[in-house]
Structure formats: C-alpha cells, structure tokens
C-alpha cells in the first residue's frame, strides 16, 4: 500500500469510527454511569466483534453475508430487537438517589455484563460488515491482498479505541455536569429514546441490492 492511499484512509477511517451510533451511545451511557475507565474496558467486547467481522470480511465470507438476504435479516432484526430492549431498560430504570449513587461509586459495575453487551450491540448490526466489505477494498492492494487487508484492520480498531476513550469521556462530563437523580433520569430517557430509534432505524435498513 502506498503512502498516500493509507493518508487517504485514515481520515475517511476516522470519519466512520466516530460516527454517532448505537455502540458509541453505549460508550457515552457507560462513561456517565461507571466512569470513563469502565466504559473502555467494556468496549474491548465491541472491538471483539469488529476484529471477527473484520476476519470474516478478509476471508472474503462478508460478501457472502451482504449477499444473503435471510442472514442479513435475522442478524438485523435480532440486533434491533436488542437495542429496543436496551432502550426500554433505560426509560424504565428509576432515577439514582445520592445514596443509590454512593454505592455504586464504591461497588465496580459488573464488567462482563457491560462486555457482552458491547460485543451484542456489534455483532446485532450487520451494517458495520459493510464497511469492511465495501470500503476496506478500495484500499486493499491485489498484490498484498493480507498484509493491507491487517493493517486496514488494525488502523480501524486503534482508531475505534480512540473513538470510544472521547465518547466515554463526554459521558463522564455530561454526569458532571448534570449531577442530580432528576438530571439522571432525563439522561436515561434521551439515552433509552435514542436506542429504541436505532433499533427501529436499524429494523427498516435494506440488504444492499446487488
């Protein structure tokens, strides 16, 4: 790969990694209730997913799932399924006391709930397999299909890992800055809301035609 065909990829990379979506609302939810820390942490079940995806499109099996209209479907419909119910929890979820806030300082949330739910999220949404589909290839190099299809790879995951540290980050400040059970419970319906409409944006997408 050239110089400057990676130059080229990296902003366009960028561009799609900080893309507001439902992982990223994840990253932002976590950082405000858990802490900047955590939130990253869980994220590492988000960038599990992604390298499998990535694997999966580098065998050349992603183009295989985009093609397949019932693979397509029931990973879409089970991953909006998911991001609705995540929403419903959180329009549900009673707005935390100083007393119920005290103790969750003290007590560390359950990380390999907060993983798996990252790595669900991921793997819920078979539009994130377009990307390493559709564009890592214009930037693969025939001649060294592998290493440019690894170092495509790698770029993005490092850069997803940027993308979540900043989320987490803005969620953190926003708890700071709306400290308070009434500011929470607002915080968790536009949270909820929001991942109930990505679930249903994700529920009408269309399998790519061709």
Same mark, same amino acid.
């Given at each position: 790969?050239?110089?400057?065909? $990676? ?27 858990? %802490? ?8 590492? +079940? ?7 995806? =990535?694997? =999966?499109?580098?065998?050349?099996? &992603?183009? #295989?799932? #985009?093609?397949?209209? @019932?693979? /397509?479907?029931?990973?879409?419909? =089970? ?5 609705? *119910?995540? &929403? ?30 990252? /790595?669900?999220?991921?793997? %819920?949404?078979?539009?994130? =397999? ?12 025939? &001649?060294?299909?592998?290493?440019? $299809?690894?170092?495509? +790879?790698?770029?993005?995951?490092? /850069?997803? !890992? ?6 987490? !980050?803005? &969620?953190?400040?926003?708890?700071? !800055?709306?400290? +308070?059970?009434?500011? @929470?419970? *607002? ?10 409409? /990505? ?10 035609? +061709?």
């Amino acid at each position: 790969m050239t110089l400057s065909a $990676y130059l080229l990829f990296l902003p366009a990379c960028f561009a799609i990694n900080m893309a507001f979506g439902p992982n990223n609302l994840l990253s932002v939810t976590n950082g405000a209730k858990h %802490g900047v820390s955590p939130a990253v942490v869980a994220a590492s +079940g988000r960038l599990a997913a992604f390298a499998i995806m =990535i694997a =999966i499109a580098g065998l050349g099996m &992603g183009a #295989v799932l #985009v093609a397949s209209e @019932m693979a /397509f479907d029931v990973i879409k419909y =089970i991953g909006a399924a998911y991001l609705v *119910w995540i &929403g419903i929890r959180l329009l549900r979820a009673p707005a935390p006391t100083a007393d119920v806030q005290a103790r969750d300082a003290c007590a560390p949330p359950s990380m390999r709930a907060l993983v798996r739910q990252e /790595f669900t999220v991921a793997a %819920g949404n078979p539009k994130a =397999i377009l990307v390493f589909t559709a564009f890592f290839p214009q930037f693969v190099v025939p &001649g060294a299909y592998a290493s440019s $299809y690894m170092l495509l +790879g790698a770029t993005f995951l490092v /850069f997803e !890992l940027v993308a979540i540290a900043l989320y987490a !980050l803005l &969620g953190a400040r926003m708890r700071r !800055l709306a400290d +308070g059970s009434r500011a @929470m419970r *607002w915080f968790n319906r536009i949270s909820g809301s929001m991942m109930v409409g /990505f679930g249903l944006i994700l529920a009408f997408t269309r399998r790519p035609a +061709g």
